[in-house]
């Protein structure tokens, strides 16, 4: 029913920053917690970065202090910004609602940090 497009990947390296986007389909950002989660070949799906309607944050140890998520409900995008990306941090990132039955999974966007 609701259509979330992740863009902003690329290739970059160790050190340098990305911003993500994830745009919806319809608003949805403003009733529901939203998320970022990588994933990697091999290994399963993880959180990385979570936003509640109040604005509150939570970030993976892995991540915290060098990303921060977060929205415009005018746009319906909800975005993630990466700094000091270090080489763990490739995978293809997805954004989705944080709760028992997320919507679809879209196609992803694709970081690679180069050392």
């Known amino acids: 029913q609701v259509q979330l497009v992740e863009s902003g990947g690329g290739l970059v390296q160790a050190g340098g920053s990305l911003r993500l986007s994830c745009a919806a389909s319809?608003?949805?950002?403003?009733?529901?917690?939203m998320g970022w989660y990588r994933q990697v070949p091999g290994k399963q799906r993880e959180l990385v970065a979570s936003?509640?309607?109040?604005?509150?944050?939570s970030y993976a140890d892995s991540v915290k202090g060098r990303f921060t998520i977060f929205r415009d409900d005018a746009k319906n995008t909800v975005y993630l910004q990466m700094n000091s990306l270090k080489p763990e941090d490739t995978a293809v990132y997805y954004c989705?609602?944080?709760?028992?039955?997320?919507?679809?999974w879209g196609q992803g966007t694709q970081v690679t940090v180069s050392s």
């Open positions: 936003l509640t309607t109040g604005s509150s944050t």
């Open positions: 319809r608003i949805i950002f403003s009733i529901n917690v």
């Open positions: 989705n609602v944080v709760r028992n039955r997320p919507y679809s």
